[in-house]
C-alpha cells in the first residue's frame, strides 16, 4: 500500500489529490473540489465519507463546515506517513460559512487516518471549537459523523444502493436496524424516538448497502474516553445523539465537484440527480443535543472506518478487536502493583485505540518478547515498537516464522512499524526481531 499525491478527475471536475491505495477494490480520497474531505472510492463513481466537524448558529441559516471553504482557504493536506504497512493523513480545516467567515473566529478541526492493508482506517477527529470571537452566536449543535454516500455525475442513489436495505445500524449482539431507500417522508428527528432500543447498545455499526460494490463502514464505541458525547435529551438515555434524515430531503449538489457558492445552507438537488456530483445521507450523530452546549477545546472522536464484501459478523469481529484489546505481557511489569507500571528493557507502553496497535519501547538489542492473551480475536494485529535501530524485522508466533507474504513493516522515525496479516484466537508467544 502507499500514499501520494496526483491530479484526480471526478464528475467533470478535476483538482490536485492524496490517495491512500491499500490493495483493494476501494482507496482512500483526500480530493481538493471535495475540500480534501476523507472519502472512500468504493468504484463506478461512488464514494463515502463518515463526514466532518460541524456546526450550525441561531444567528443566520448557515452551515458552518469545511465543504463551505470552495476556494480552499483554510483547507490544508498531507502526507505523514506512507509505507508497506500503514498510510498516515493529515487533514486540516475550519469551520467556515458560505462568506468564509469563521465561526466564533478560529473554529477549526484536525483530522488523522491511519489506514492498514486490509482497507481499514481509523479516523481521528480533534476539534478546536472557537473563543476568539461570538460571531454565530453559541452554536445549534456539534455534528461529528454522518454517513454520507457520494454519487458521482451519472449515477443515482437508487441505483447505487439496495433499496430494500440501503442502510443498516446494528450493535455487538447482531441486532439491527434497517433503513430502505429513499426514507420515509418526513422522518427527520432522534433515531431514538423510532428505535429506543439503541440507548442500550455497547458499540453503533452503520453499514451502507450497495449494488455491485463494496459496502462502506463506520464504528463507534460508545466510550467517553474515544467518543465524547453527552447524553440524549429525548429520550434520557445514556447514548450518542443520533438523528434520521428526511425521505422528501436528502440528495443534495452543492458538495463535491462544484465551485458552486450562491446558497445558504445546502442545495437540494432536485431534478439534477444524475446529471450532476450530488450527496445523500442516511444518519448523523452529534456531540450533545442541548442548543448551545459545546465541546472543550480540543476534543477528539475516534472511528473506525473502511469498506467490505464480508458479511456483517465480520464488522461485529472488526468491532470487537478495535475495541477490545489483548492483555499483553512482557515479563517486565511489576506484578501486583499498579496495572501497567513495568521497568526493563522492553516496555509495553499500551494500546493505542487511535491507531488499533500495541506500542512498545525497547533498549538495546533490535528483538521483543511478549505473551499477547485476546480477550477477543484480534485480527491483523499492528505493533509499533520504539528504539528500533535496525532497516527490517522479521515475527514469530509460538517459535512459527511467518514468512514475508504475512506481513508488512516499516521505519517510521525510530519506530518499527508491524502489520501482520493474522489472526490471534488464543494465547500467543510473539518474538520480534532484527
Not at 499525491?5 to 490517495?19: D, K, M, N, R, W
Not at 467517553?224 to 443534495?252: A, E, W
Not at 506481513?407 to 484466537?425: H, K, R
Given at each position: 500500500?502507499?500514499?501520494?499525491?496526483?491530479?484526480?478527475?471526478?464528475?467533470?471536475?478535476?483538482?490536485?489529490?492524496?490517495?491512500?491505495?491499500?490493495?483493494?477494490?476501494?482507496?482512500?480520497?483526500f480530493w481538493s473540489k471535495a475540500q480534501y474531505v476523507g472519502c472512500w472510492d468504493l468504484g463506478k463513481?461512488?464514494?463515502?465519507?463518515?463526514?466532518?466537524?460541524?456546526?450550525?448558529?441561531?444567528?443566520?441559516?448557515?452551515?458552518?463546515?469545511?465543504?463551505?471553504?470552495?476556494?480552499?482557504?483554510?483547507?490544508?493536506?498531507?502526507?505523514?506517513?506512507?509505507?508497506?504497512?500503514?498510510?498516515?493523513?493529515?487533514?486540516?480545516?475550519?469551520?467556515?460559512?458560505?462568506?468564509?467567515?469563521?465561526?466564533?473566529?478560529?473554529?477549526?478541526?484536525?483530522?488523522?487516518?491511519?489506514?492498514?492493508?486490509?482497507?481499514?482506517?481509523?479516523?481521528?477527529?480533534?476539534?478546536?471549537?472557537?473563543?476568539?470571537?461570538?460571531?454565530?452566536?453559541?452554536?445549534?449543535?456539534?455534528?461529528?459523523?454522518?454517513?454520507?454516500?457520494?454519487?458521482?455525475?451519472?449515477?443515482?442513489?437508487?441505483?447505487?444502493?439496495?433499496?430494500?436495505?440501503?442502510?443498516?445500524?446494528?450493535?455487538?449482539?447482531?441486532?439491527?436496524?434497517?433503513?430502505?431507500?429513499?426514507?420515509?417522508?418526513?422522518?427527520?428527528?432522534?433515531?431514538?424516538?423510532?428505535?429506543?432500543?439503541?440507548?442500550?447498545?455497547?458499540?453503533?455499526?452503520?453499514?451502507?448497502?450497495?449494488?455491485?460494490?463494496?459496502?462502506?463502514?463506520?464504528?463507534?464505541?460508545?466510550?467517553?474516553?474515544?467518543?465524547?458525547?453527552?447524553?440524549?435529551?429525548?429520550?434520557?438515555?445514556?447514548?450518542?445523539?443520533?438523528?434520521?434524515?428526511?425521505?422528501?430531503?436528502?440528495?443534495?449538489?452543492?458538495?463535491?465537484?462544484?465551485?458552486?457558492?450562491?446558497?445558504?445552507?445546502?442545495?437540494?438537488?432536485?431534478?439534477?440527480?444524475?446529471?450532476?456530483?450530488?450527496?445523500?445521507?442516511?444518519?448523523?450523530?452529534?456531540?450533545?443535543?442541548?442548543?448551545?452546549?459545546?465541546?472543550?477545546?480540543?476534543?477528539?472522536?475516534?472511528?473506525?472506518?473502511?469498506?467490505?464484501?464480508?458479511?456483517?459478523?465480520?464488522?461485529?469481529?472488526?468491532?470487537?478487536?478495535?475495541?477490545?484489546?489483548?492483555?499483553?505481557?512482557?515479563?517486565?511489569?511489576?506484578?501486583?502493583?499498579?496495572?501497567?507500571?513495568?521497568?526493563?528493557?522492553?516496555?509495553?507502553?499500551?494500546?493505542?485505540?487511535?491507531?488499533?496497535?500495541?506500542?512498545?519501547?525497547?533498549?538495546?538489542?533490535?528483538?521483543?518478547?511478549?505473551?499477547?492473551?485476546?480477550?477477543?480475536?484480534?485480527?491483523?494485529?499492528?505493533?509499533?515498537?520504539?528504539?528500533?535501530?535496525?532497516?527490517?524485522?522479521?515475527?514469530?508466533?509460538?517459535?512459527?516464522?511467518?514468512?514475508?507474504?504475512?506481513?508488512?513493516?516499516?521505519?517510521?522515525?525510530?519506530?518499527?512499524?508491524?502489520?501482520?496479516?493474522?489472526?490471534?484466537?488464543?494465547?500467543?508467544?510473539?518474538?520480534?526481531?532484527?
Amino acid at each position: 500500500m502507499n500514499a501520494y499525491e496526483t491530479q484526480l478527475e471526478f464528475s467533470g471536475a478535476q483538482g490536485h489529490a492524496v490517495v491512500v491505495e491499500c490493495d483493494k477494490p476501494w482507496r482512500l480520497v483526500f480530493w481538493s473540489k471535495a475540500q480534501y474531505v476523507g472519502c472512500w472510492d468504493l468504484g463506478k463513481g461512488v464514494w463515502f465519507t463518515p463526514e466532518w466537524l460541524e456546526t450550525n448558529s441561531p444567528e443566520d441559516h448557515h452551515c458552518y463546515e469545511p465543504i463551505m471553504d470552495k476556494q480552499l482557504r483554510y483547507s490544508r493536506i498531507r502526507i505523514l506517513e506512507s509505507g508497506p504497512a500503514r498510510a498516515k493523513v493529515h487533514w486540516h480545516y475550519a469551520c467556515c460559512n458560505m462568506r468564509y467567515q469563521v465561526f466564533n473566529g478560529n473554529t477549526t478541526a484536525d483530522e488523522y487516518y491511519t489506514v492498514y492493508p486490509n482497507g481499514t482506517a481509523i479516523r481521528k477527529l480533534v476539534a478546536w471549537p472557537g473563543n476568539e470571537s461570538d460571531l454565530g452566536g453559541n452554536p445549534n449543535f456539534w455534528e461529528v459523523l454522518e454517513y454520507i454516500l457520494i454519487n458521482g455525475k451519472g449515477t443515482r442513489p437508487e441505483e447505487n444502493l439496495v433499496l430494500q436495505k440501503a442502510f443498516t445500524l446494528q450493535n455487538l449482539e447482531g441486532k439491527e436496524i434497517s433503513f430502505s431507500w429513499p426514507p420515509p417522508k418526513n422522518s427527520h428527528g432522534p433515531l431514538c424516538a423510532s428505535y429506543p432500543e439503541i440507548a442500550d447498545w455497547k458499540m453503533y455499526i452503520g453499514r451502507v448497502h450497495l449494488k455491485d460494490r463494496p459496502d462502506p463502514y463506520t464504528i463507534i464505541a460508545k466510550d467517553q474516553r474515544i467518543f465524547p458525547y453527552k447524553p440524549c435529551t429525548y429520550c434520557k438515555g445514556d447514548h450518542p445523539s443520533f438523528g434520521l434524515f428526511s425521505g422528501d430531503v436528502n440528495t443534495f449538489k452543492h458538495w463535491p465537484a462544484t465551485d458552486m457558492e450562491d446558497f445558504v445552507l445546502a442545495a437540494d438537488a432536485g431534478e439534477d440527480v444524475g446529471k450532476v456530483a450530488t450527496h445523500s445521507s442516511f444518519i448523523n450523530c452529534q456531540y450533545s443535543s442541548v442548543p448551545g452546549d459545546r465541546p472543550p477545546r480540543p476534543t477528539s472522536w475516534l472511528f473506525l472506518t473502511g469498506a467490505t464484501d464480508m458479511p456483517s459478523t465480520f464488522l461485529v469481529d472488526l468491532a470487537k478487536s478495535w475495541y477490545y484489546p489483548a492483555q499483553v505481557e512482557t515479563g517486565y511489569e511489576n506484578k501486583g502493583k499498579i496495572p501497567g507500571m513495568a521497568r526493563g528493557r522492553v516496555l509495553y507502553e499500551g494500546y493505542a485505540y487511535s491507531e488499533m496497535a500495541y506500542r512498545f519501547r525497547k533498549y538495546g538489542e533490535d528483538k521483543i518478547e511478549f505473551q499477547m492473551t485476546p480477550k477477543e480475536n484480534v485480527i491483523n494485529p499492528v505493533f509499533i515498537v520504539n528504539g528500533w535501530r535496525s532497516s527490517s524485522a522479521g515475527i514469530s508466533f509460538n517459535g512459527r516464522k511467518l514468512g514475508e507474504e504475512q506481513f508488512w513493516t516499516q521505519i517510521s522515525g525510530e519506530d518499527l512499524v508491524m502489520w501482520v496479516n493474522e489472526i490471534i484466537d488464543r494465547a500467543t508467544k510473539i518474538t520480534i526481531s532484527a
